[in-house]
């Protein structure tokens, strides 16, 4: 079965200090996708980044990073000096590969809500 | 470049009545999925809109289905309305080729049923 699991429901930081959220996942494929998204208060679902299965390259853009390891099924997301603007409602997902070129369907965690202070 | 749109942005409906979201994809792209989101939960995938046939479906019941047109857009229909039913309501959309796993999204509908 698919699963995601965000064991952090809410995170408080001050402005600046460098914050992890954490994502574990569940399939049984071999080949799928995990993904981040950021939710506003306006709601949108902002994509932040995509990953493949088969590349556990850790990836750096900007003040945002993500460490994916196969081995602890995790693809945690750190932001580096927080600040305001950052605080949003954060969630992982999943996808499994389909055959035949086909989008499949999201498998979202909960959510993790950033409150950064000023 | 448009985003993905939807309409409206917020609904009020009472329960028994039935409802008509809208989607429109992004430029480019053909496959259009929906979601519904209640309050303090994640996503729950809804159903998905391929070549304008349902392609997957959640674990939705039939009260809910939806359509596709020839210009990709969709809508999602809610018939006989629960108060469950209240939720904010979103649809992505994905390209074909490479990226085809990256799914974008609307603003969503905001649904309360009274």
């Known amino acids: 079965a698919q699963k995601v699991t965000q064991a952090q429901t809410e995170i408080s930081v001050v402005e600046k200090e460098d914050v992890t959220l954490d994502c574990v996942y569940e399939t049984r494929d071999t080949t799928y996708y995990l993904f981040w998204y950021k939710q506003p208060p306006s709601g949108e679902l902002v994509f932040l980044i995509r990953?493949?299965?088969?590349?556990?390259q850790n990836e750096i853009s900007g003040r945002y990073s993500w460490n994916f390891q196969k081995s602890t099924s995790s693809f945690n997301f750190t932001i580096t000096a927080s600040q305001v603007v950052d605080s949003a409602v954060y969630f992982c997902?999943?996808?499994?590969?389909?055959?035949?070129?086909?989008?499949?369907?999201?498998?979202f965690g909960t959510g993790t809500l950033l409150a950064v202070q000023p | 470049d448009a985003g993905v749109t939807q309409s409206p942005t917020h609904l009020i409906k009472t329960r028994g009545q039935q409802v008509t979201l809208r989607c429109s994809p992004k430029?480019?792209?053909?496959?259009v999925s929906w979601y519904q989101q209640a309050l303090g939960q994640g996503p729950q995938f809804i159903f998905q809109?391929?070549?304008?046939?349902?392609?997957q479906r959640g674990n939705f019941p039939d009260r809910f289905s939806g359509h596709q047109f020839p210009n990709y857009s969709s809508e999602l229909n809610v018939n006989a309305l629960l108060l469950g039913d209240s939720a904010l309501y979103l649809c992505?959309?994905?390209?074909?080729?490479?990226?085809?796993?990256?799914?974008?999204f609307g603003p969503g509908t905001r649904l309360l049923v009274l």
């Open positions: 809109y391929y070549e304008e046939e349902e392609r």
């Open positions: 992505a959309s994905s390209m074909p080729g490479p990226e085809q796993e990256t799914q974008y």
């Open positions: 990953r493949n299965s088969f590349d556990e």
């Open positions: 430029s480019g792209h053909d496959t």
């Open positions: 997902a999943l996808s499994e590969a389909r055959y035949g070129g086909a989008t499949n369907k999201l498998i």
